[in-house]
């Protein structure tokens, strides 16, 4: 894993954020603050280009066979991607800042600027090519703040984003939630939420230029006593992707997919019972499985066919149409499972999975996760994990007006 130099990268940026946010440059103009924005704006929607399905819908048939699958072998071979259309959204609202800062005749940089009615106030500093962006907007109806921190910047001619969000409740006069949202290019994502309220938080990185995936969540009850973490790691040299929930300390309920250049073929879902059988819920991609002949419209479902014998009969099957597009088989099967419910021998096909492949993906997780977790900085169990989360949220509240909005608005609209 090339973990430490992708986090090294990011505290780099954040060093560099940090050291801006408290000087600025007067030397930039409206017009000329404007057409960076722009840049941004137009670096995001490539992104979303690069990272999105690059095709139109599959037609609706009555037959489909793998050839009308058409889109299917445009997917980016790589199992880890980056699906973009959230965070796109996120970053599209530069759009409205942009028209904001146009609105504004007396705009200037290093300059907070509040509307007439304060429930909007902003923002722009620039130091070193770093872009930085405040947006605060009041809901009245809600009671609620909500800040906008953006950073903006570059990395060897390459768009480097970083966006904080915080959610204020007027009434309890308590945060509601946190989070950040990094983005490199189309290299990797990272993302951090916390909320306040639960105590809860999630921690997840893809990176599609590593070949990174994992995800590590967090939460207690209100008594404090049950801890539950649910923790993902991908595994490059298996293609597989494990999760398991770690209720105070003891691995439960767990997830396997396995992936094949680019798609996924499997999800394995269990559900670990104490007192009755398992439940494993089996999701296949049957366009990653070999064997069947056609897949045909019935009256409410499809039907699976080999040799114009019907298959599968216990799956429920359905044809994504949009994207690249896919044919989905769902089962759930209570109890142990065994080796042809994996291979699919038993309904005449070939999956390419075994039962043992799973048990090894599950084997070697459980020997490594603690120590492939702490690679992120992360101690499992540990209940001071929480400080990573806020010491990246930290350089955000340096330069921030939070405070004075908050005040501003909330302690005249509060009843």
Same mark, same amino acid.
């Given at each position: 894993?090339?973990?430490?130099?992708?986090?090294?990268?990011?505290?780099?940026?954040?060093?560099?954020?940090?050291?801006? *946010?408290?000087?600025?440059?007067?030397?930039?103009?409206?017009?000329?603050?404007?057409?960076?924005?722009? +840049?941004?704006?137009?670096?995001?929607?490539?992104?979303?280009?690069?990272?999105? *399905?690059?095709?139109?819908?599959?037609?609706?048939?009555?037959?489909?066979?793998?050839?009308?699958?058409?889109?299917?072998?445009?997917?980016?071979?790589?199992?880890?991607?980056? +699906?973009?259309?959230?965070?796109?959204?996120?970053?599209?609202?530069?759009?409205?800042?942009?028209?904001?800062?146009?609105?504004?005749?007396?705009?200037?940089?290093?300059?907070?600027?509040?509307?007439?009615?304060?429930?909007? /106030?902003?923002?722009?500093?620039?130091?070193?090519?770093?872009?930085?962006?405040?947006?605060?907007?009041?809901?009245?109806?809600?009671?609620?703040?909500?800040? #906008?921190?953006?950073?903006?910047?570059?990395?060897?001619?390459?768009?480097?984003?970083?966006?904080?969000?915080?959610?204020?409740?007027? /009434?309890?006069?308590?945060?509601?939630?946190?989070?950040?949202?990094?983005?490199?290019?189309?290299?990797?994502?990272?993302?951090?939420?916390?909320?306040?309220?639960?105590?809860?938080?999630? $921690?997840?990185?893809?990176?599609?230029?590593?070949?990174?995936?994992?995800?590590?969540?967090?939460?207690?009850?209100?008594?404090?006593?049950?801890?539950?973490?649910?923790?993902? @790691?991908? $595994?490059?040299?298996?293609?597989?992707?494990?999760?398991?929930?770690?209720?105070? !300390?003891?691995?439960?309920?767990?997830?396997?997919?396995? @992936?094949?250049? !680019? @798609?996924?073929?499997?999800?394995?879902?269990?559900?670990?019972?104490?007192?009755?059988?398992?439940?494993?819920?089996?999701?296949?991609?049957?366009?990653?499985?070999?064997?069947?002949?056609?897949?045909? *419209?019935? &009256?409410?479902?499809?039907?699976?066919?080999?040799?114009?014998?019907?298959?599968?009969?216990?799956?429920?099957?359905?044809? #994504?149409?949009?994207?690249?597009?896919?044919?989905? *088989?769902?089962?759930? &099967?209570?109890?142990?499972?065994?080796?042809?419910?994996?291979?699919?021998?038993?309904?005449?096909? +070939?999956? !390419?999975?075994?039962? #043992?492949?799973?048990?090894?993906?599950?084997?070697?997780?459980?020997?490594?996760?603690?120590?492939?977790?702490?690679?992120?900085?992360?101690?499992? !169990?540990?209940?001071?994990?929480?400080?990573?989360?806020?010491?990246?949220?930290?350089?955000?509240?340096?330069?921030?007006?939070?405070?004075?909005?908050?005040?501003?608005?909330?302690?005249?609209?509060?009843?």
């Amino acid at each position: 894993m090339k973990t430490t130099r992708v986090l090294g990268l990011m505290l780099l940026l954040l060093t560099l954020v940090g050291c801006s *946010a408290f000087n600025s440059s007067n030397s930039y103009s409206k017009d000329k603050v404007v057409v960076l924005i722009e +840049e941004y704006i137009n670096e995001n929607k490539l992104i979303k280009l690069e990272n999105s *399905a690059k095709s139109t819908d599959i037609p609706e048939l009555s037959v489909y066979t793998k050839d009308d699958f058409v889109n299917y072998d445009l997917k980016p071979s790589e199992n880890i991607d980056i +699906e973009y259309d959230y965070f796109f959204e996120e970053f599209a609202y530069l759009e409205t800042i942009e028209a904001t800062i146009l609105a504004n005749d007396d705009f200037s940089v290093s300059r907070y600027f509040y509307s007439d009615d304060q429930d909007v /106030a902003y923002y722009v500093n620039i130091l070193d090519d770093v872009l930085s962006i405040e947006y605060y907007l009041y809901s009245n109806e809600l009671n609620l703040v909500e800040r #906008q921190s953006f950073r903006l910047s570059k990395i060897d001619d390459e768009v480097y984003m970083e966006k904080y969000v915080a959610l204020f409740n007027g /009434a309890t006069k308590e945060y509601i939630r946190e989070e950040k949202i990094t983005v490199y290019k189309g290299h990797y994502i990272e993302t951090m939420e916390y909320s306040h309220s639960t105590n809860s938080y999630k $921690y997840e990185l893809n990176s599609k230029e590593d070949q990174i995936s994992f995800v590590y969540e967090y939460e207690v009850d209100s008594s404090g006593n049950d801890v539950k973490e649910r923790i993902e @790691h991908y $595994y490059s040299d298996t293609g597989a992707t494990v999760e398991y929930e770690i209720d105070n !300390g003891i691995p439960g309920d767990y997830k396997v997919k396995f @992936h094949n250049n !680019g @798609h996924r073929i499997l999800k394995l879902d269990v559900n670990i019972s104490n007192t009755s059988d398992d439940i494993n819920e089996l999701t296949w991609n049957l366009l990653e499985v070999d064997g069947w002949d056609t897949a045909k *419209a019935s &009256i409410s479902r499809y039907k699976m066919y080999v040799n114009d014998v019907e298959t599968m009969t216990d799956y429920d099957i359905s044809i #994504q149409q949009n994207g690249y597009g896919k044919i989905v *088989a769902n089962t759930v &099967i209570n109890g142990t499972l065994f080796n042809q419910d994996i291979t699919l021998s038993k309904y005449g096909l +070939e999956s !390419g999975i075994t039962l #043992q492949m799973i048990e090894d993906a599950k084997s070697y997780y459980l020997d490594n996760y603690i120590d492939n977790t702490l690679e992120f900085g992360f101690v499992v !169990g540990s209940n001071n994990n929480l400080d990573i989360l806020k010491d990246e949220f930290k350089e955000f509240s340096r330069v921030a007006i939070m405070n004075d909005f908050i005040s501003k608005n909330t302690d005249t609209n509060t009843p």
